[in-house]
């Protein structure tokens, strides 16, 4: 294949993306908006902000806000790569632009809940923390997420999310117990 055809391919492929995005927006508008799972999707994305902004350890609002920030980088990475393989799938779609972007587990309930878990017993063995976090996550609110029809895992086991879920949380608590953080001024 030459560069030119390359290209073309790729330029094909954009095009499958744009009619892909059209589907998944009209079943969004017409077959999905304001049923009580789009709504219960939506309250999944706010709330857990929500009862975060009040119930945060204010002192390390920044560490933590970091470590949810990694947490969304990480998770939307990871979950394009298994979308873009099919090891799983979202059949809820909540927006209608960027459908595969916008789902609450990403910008809401896992970064929020993993910050919640950093800031209980802080000094406790992380391995310990974070293998609990991923059992919760994995096992139960994956699983939850499966019977309303949020997620399908297709062959995916749930002790893959688990390490998922691990790995989120070391890489999280890592970030959010650096000694670099100086303010810029000084």
Partial sequence: ???????????????????????MSDAVVNGFMFTWQWWFGIALFIFPWI???????????????????????????IDLIALSRGLWSYPMVFSPIGALLFLPYHFSLTPVALMFTLQIKPHANALIKGA???????????????????????????IYDFFIYLFLYLVANWFSNMDSFKKVQQ
């Fill in 51 to 77: 009862i975060w902004l009040l119930f945060r350890k204010k002192a390390s609002t920044g560490r933590l806000l970091f470590a949810g920030f990694i947490t969304i980088l990480l998770s939307l990475m």
């Fill in 1 to 23: 294949m030459s560069f030119k055809e390359g290209i073309d391919q790729v330029e094909k492929s954009y095009q499958k993306l744009i009619e892909m995005d059209k589907i």
């Fill in 132 to 158: 609990i976090f991923g059992a919760i996550g994995a096992f139960i609110a994956m699983k939850i997420f499966e019977e309303i029809d949020f997620y399908d895992p297709k062959k995916w086991l749930s």
